[in-house]
């Protein structure tokens, strides 16, 4: 069950502390806050978190955080944060080596009937952030990897985990999209319309200590209102079940 340590409050945003001790920080984002300062100008994860180790420890001057992987704008849920430079370098090797198992919840829009590996060939275009499911000899091409299974249909929508295996920009979204299932609310690769939320969540995250070498895992629940409301019943039986 997701429980959060401590909570606080960054401009219009609500972050839960998942955990904390003197190398990682854990935090529930919320979605459609940027993970770090860009062109939008708008508060990101990383200085909020700055600001709250700050406080909470009196910590006069700079904070160091370092950001060891990214989330998409519009997706909330688990992100780890380092607060060593130490860890930065263990935990970013973990990523990179893909030896963690992180695990996602979406809604997608139409019937996953049955558990599916997905295998594909993106490129990005650097010009609009998209990425475009390519052939496999297409310059630049990176492969992507993951695991959508399906735990509930309803209203012609699916509720999906998907395990990733690659770490590609947009890689659940692109690659669902490419199947004729595309997430809930995405409007860049779906049929989502203004004010619909993308329906994606970094839900589940276990990682290696960084100095304490131990298998750690993260819960962050999705939302309970919009699309999600339809599925509670199972998540909460997700909840329980890696709980």
């Known amino acids: 069950m997701e429980q959060c340590?401590?909570?606080f409050s960054a401009g219009s945003y609500r972050i839960g502390v998942l955990y904390l001790d003197?190398?990682?920080?854990?935090?529930?984002?919320?979605?459609n806050m940027p993970v770090q300062a860009d062109r939008s100008g708008d508060l990101d994860l990383l200085t909020a978190c700055k600001g709250?180790?700050?406080e909470r420890f009196s910590k006069p001057g700079a904070v160091y955080l370092g950001l060891v992987h990214r989330l998409d704008r519009p997706v909330g849920g688990?992100?780890?944060l380092a607060r060593t430079s130490k860890a930065a370098a263990r935990l970013s090797a973990q990523f990179a080596g893909?030896?963690?198992?992180?695990?996602y919840l979406c809604v997608l829009n139409g019937v996953l009937d049955g558990?599916?590996?997905?295998?594909?060939?993106?490129l990005k275009d650097e010009k609009t952030?998209?990425?475009s499911v390519v052939s496999e000899n297409t310059s630049g091409a990176k492969l992507a990897l993951l695991d959508s299974c399906p735990i509930a249909v309803k209203h012609?929508?699916?509720l999906s985990e998907v395990q990733l295996h690659t770490g590609r920009s947009h890689q659940i979204r692109v690659q669902h999209a490419h199947i004729a299932l595309p997430l809930w609310g995405d409007q860049r690769y779906g049929t989502g319309r203004a004010g619909e939320q993308l329906a994606l969540w970094a839900w589940k995250l276990t990682i290696e200590h960084p100095t304490r070498h131990e298998q750690m895992t993260f819960l962050s629940r999705p939302p309970r209102d919009g699309v999600w409301g339809h599925f509670q019943e199972e998540i909460d039986g997700q909840e329980t079940h890696h709980g």
């Not at 003197?22 to 979605?31: G, S």
């Not at 558990?115 to 993106?122: G, N």
């Open 5 to 7: 340590v401590d909570v």
């Open 98 to 103: 893909h030896d963690m198992d992180k695990r």
């Open 156 to 158: 012609d929508l699916t």
């Open 115 to 122: 558990q599916r590996t997905l295998r594909d060939w993106l």
């Open 78 to 80: 688990v992100m780890v």
């Open 22 to 31: 003197n190398h990682l920080l854990v935090v529930r984002k919320p979605p």
């Open 52 to 54: 709250y180790i700050g």
């Open 129 to 131: 952030g998209s990425s």
